[in-house]
């Protein structure tokens, strides 16, 4: 039984190797004319390190994602004291505030950095399914897509929380004004 077990592993790498060398052959010219297996493979490497780095714990994206969720954290914190009619901080109304400027920057690059990269995994053309090397080009252009997605997701929140910030500033400040607007009478009924 362990024999026989052998040989089937054996003929499944020999198989799997035959799936991925023909896979490699093809994939010399799928894609953007002009590149070679040689650039394409260099793409690759570039857009798999760069992720691997971006996405690392120290890595910019890592940054980005975690100073958004201390902002979402603390707007949170901000809403759930205003429902409970505690969203005074020393006697000063606390606001949700934008993120900073340097944070959107950041989304940005990286934005365009990813960009750059979905194209170019797009340009490597669309490899047989079941080989390896399809499964990492696939995976890669999925992670990604997600990183995109969710950068895109974040700037969205961003801008909504700031939208309703603002409404809830302006009903604010309409209820001030209808509580000091004073009532038109004739003068003579004041006494």
Same mark, same amino acid.
């Given at each position: ?26 994939? !010399?010219? /799928? +894609? #953007? $004319?002009?590149? *070679?297996?040689?650039?394409? @493979? ?79 995994? !797009?340009? /490597? +053309? #669309? $490899?047989?399914? *079941?080989?390896?090397?399809? @499964? ?56």
């Amino acid at each position: 039984m362990v024999d026989r077990n052998e040989i089937l592993v054996q003929l499944e790498i020999e198989e799997t190797g035959k799936i991925n060398a023909a896979a490699l052959k093809r994939w !010399k010219d /799928l +894609g #953007t $004319l002009g590149w *070679g297996l040689e650039e394409k @493979i260099q793409i690759l490497d570039e857009v798999i390190s760069g992720v691997w780095i971006l996405g690392d714990s120290g890595g910019k994206y890592g940054r980005v994602v975690r100073r958004f969720e201390r902002w979402l954290t603390g707007c949170q914190d901000i809403l759930e004291a205003r429902a409970h009619n505690e969203g005074l901080e020393d006697d000063e109304l606390v606001f949700l505030e934008e993120l900073d400027a340097g944070w959107k920057d950041d989304c940005l690059v990286l934005v365009r950095k990813l960009e750059s990269w979905r194209d170019h995994l !797009k340009n /490597l +053309g #669309t $490899l047989d399914s *079941g080989s390896s090397l399809a @499964i990492v080009v696939d995976g890669c252009r999925s992670l990604v897509s997600g990183m995109l997605t969710e950068l895109n997701v974040m700037a969205q929140i961003e801008r909504d929380a700031m939208s309703m910030e603002a409404e809830w500033i302006k009903s604010m400040n309409d209820d001030v004004l209808d509580e000091d607007t004073p009532v038109a009478g004739a003068i003579w009924r004041s006494r």
